[in-house]
């Protein structure tokens, strides 16, 4: 991972692993077998780790989009969707759901324990 990138991501989004939220803008959790659930009937599932982690596996279905991509193609998602991030262990995909958030999504959540508890549950992988 490129973490100079990363900080400029962080900084372009105006956001901080250790901002603090207010009741308004507290991000829903879910755990994988919800997630995998809710996407099998239609929701999106973003993955947003790096196409060389993605390139290791990744949950079967989702659409990868890099977390320092994400504010440049944050136009290929829809806010009326319902929107599900991952990415290894669940700290950048609350970084990426807390941005979707500031742009609008409402119907946006962090997959508790990310790719890793995905692999743990056993659930698809492509």
């Not at 946006?108 to 698809?124: F, T």
Request: glycine share 8%.
């Amino acid at each position: 991972m490129n973490w100079k990138r990363m900080i400029g991501t962080l900084k372009a989004m105006k956001l901080s692993h250790n901002q603090k939220m207010g009741p308004q803008n507290r991000i829903e959790e879910v755990l994988v077998h919800h997630a995998h659930d809710r996407c099998k009937n239609g929701a999106i599932l973003i993955d947003v780790r790096t196409p060389e982690e993605t390139d290791l596996g990744k949950p079967e279905g989702c659409q990868c989009i890099p977390l320092d991509e994400l504010p440049q193609r944050v136009s290929e998602l829809n806010p009326e969707d319902e929107i599900y991030v991952i990415c290894r262990s669940g700290h950048r995909s609350g970084i990426a759901t807390q941005f979707l958030q500031s742009q609008g999504f409402q119907k946006v959540a962090n997959v508790q324990g990310g790719y890793l508890e995905w692999v743990r549950h056993r659930l698809p992988s492509g």
